[in-house]
């Protein structure tokens, strides 16, 4: 059932469409639903572009993630919708490239300056390094939502067992929040036209993803900031050591060392934003 995305109160339908609506001399004909609770529009979104939904989705307004995780993208049975399911394949193609070209143009510290950083990876066939970091990036992002995933809507979950998270009986919609959530990371297409590659602009998006997780999932699931920032920790930990793991396997170890890959990016970002919220709460507690 939709629900109102400004009080989140449910309703039947989103709006009311008449005669003629086909017609386009005649005009939509498509009148909003005005919420019997709070009197305002229950879902403004639904005349809105895609533009204007991945603006607000950007400066992370929880009234466009609740009209794409409640009204728009939810389906029966829990089945994923077919544009989310593109979306995945365009963010797991995006992050190959991103990690590639990142690793690339990193170099070792008793590596000849300018040689790539890939090792013995370099000397095989273009194909076979393409496989490798698509599988690469394919188990990190698999790692990072099979664990919020297990935590959000197993019956073995912890934070469900100790009270702190009601079950979620949709896993397929937690993993939809999440890709809906992570599609700032498709900024540093930029990367294309302008070099910007610096570490401050990786730190920056990295918190941008971090922070538009956790508002997904604190606004799908109706939980506490802390709990989302939590499940979002536990997510980016699986992906990094997930990522490690096969780094440490293809004799990259010391790739993660040295700058931000993308593999990372998340748990760092969120460890960072994490110290200085403490940092920050204690200098009000001495004030």
């Known amino acids: 059932m939709p629900i109102c995305i400004e009080c989140r109160h449910p309703v039947k339908t989103l709006w009311t469409q008449y ?11 498509i009148r909003l639903t005005v919420c019997r609770k709070c009197g305002r529009f229950c879902d403004k979104y639904v005349e809105h572009d ?11 307004k929880p009234q466009v993630y609740r009209h794409l995780l409640h009204n728009t993208l939810m389906r029966e049975n829990d089945r994923f919708d077919h544009s989310i399911i593109r979306l995945g394949v365009l963010l797991l193609l995006f992050d190959v490239y991103l990690t590639w070209a990142r690793i690339e143009k990193q170099t070792a510290p008793d590596s000849i300056p300018g040689e790539s950083n890939l090792g013995k990876l370099a000397q095989q066939p273009i194909v076979f390094q393409y496989l490798f970091f698509l599988i690469l990036c394919a188990l990190s992002t698999f790692a990072f ?4 995933r297990f935590l959000t809507s197993s019956h073995f979950s912890p934070l469900i067992l100790t009270n702190l998270l009601p079950r979620y009986p949709r896993p397929n919609s937690v993993s939809t929040a999440l890709l809906v959530s992570s599609s700032t990371k498709l900024f540093p297409i930029l990367m294309v036209i ?13 918190w941008a993803v971090v922070a538009n997780n956790v508002e997904a ?3 799908l699931l109706d939980c506490k900031y802390y709990t989302a920032c939590l499940l ?4 980016a930990a699986s992906r990094w050591a ?3 793991m096969v780094l440490v396997a293809a004799g990259l170890g010391d790739v993660d060392s040295i700058t931000e890959t993308s593999v990372a990016a998340d748990g760092k970002a969120l460890w960072a934003l994490m110290t200085y919220a403490r940092e920050w709460a204690g200098r009000i507690a001495v004030g």
């Open 242 to 244: 997930v990522g490690r």
């Open 19 to 29: 005669s003629g609506a086909g017609d386009k001399s005649s005009g939509h004909n």
């Open 50 to 60: 895609f533009v204007v939904l991945f603006i607000d989705l950007v400066l992370i």
């Open 232 to 235: 979002a920790l536990v997510g």
């Open 194 to 206: 302008w070099e910007y590659d610096v570490p401050a602009a990786a730190r920056s998006l990295g």
């Open 145 to 148: 939502h099979i664990s919020i």
């Open 217 to 219: 999932l604190r606004i």
